[in-house]
Nanobody, 124 residues
Framework: VQLQASGGGLVQAGGSLRLSCAAS????????MGWFRQAPGKERDFVAH?????????YYADSVKGRFTISRDNAKNTVYLQMNSLKPEDTAVYYC?????????????????WGQGTQVTVSS
């Protein structure tokens, strides 16, 4: 599967952005989907993941819990990350990823496919 992330940009602290990740292929609902982020000079960190369906279990990093929401629309082969109450420390390149395993994961090494990343910059 090929992934294309979009929706990043420059926003003031307290603002919102919605990232999208469009997947090619007809097997989108065979993958659990996740979002990760990487700030300059830092490792790629887990943000959120969702199961196979829009009603599936979701899981978030503590740093974004209550502010970010992951969702998916299998009819559109797209996963979203709604980001509210953004903080300067949310500044990073955000990546979507697809996981074919039978469990959700916070480990980037357990994701099989990656999008190209979209830059999110939050100014103070």
């Amino acid at each position: 599967v090929q992934l294309q992330a979009s929706g990043g940009g420059l926003v003031q602290a307290g603002g919102s952005l919605r990232l999208s990740c469009a997947a090619s292929g007809r097997t989108f609902n065979s993958y659990r989907m996740g979002w990760f982020r990487q700030a300059p000079g830092k490792e790629r960190d887990f943000v959120a993941h969702i199961g196979f369906w829009s009603e599936s279990f979701t899981y978030y990093a503590d740093s974004v819990k209550g502010r970010f929401t992951i969702s998916r629309d299998n009819a559109k082969n797209t996963v979203y990350l709604q980001m509210n109450s953004l903080k300067p420390e949310d500044t990073a390149v955000y990546y979507c990823a697809a996981n074919s395993r039978t469990y959700g994961s916070v480990r980037s090494s357990e994701y099989d496919y990656w999008g190209q990343g979209t830059q999110v910059t939050v100014s103070s």
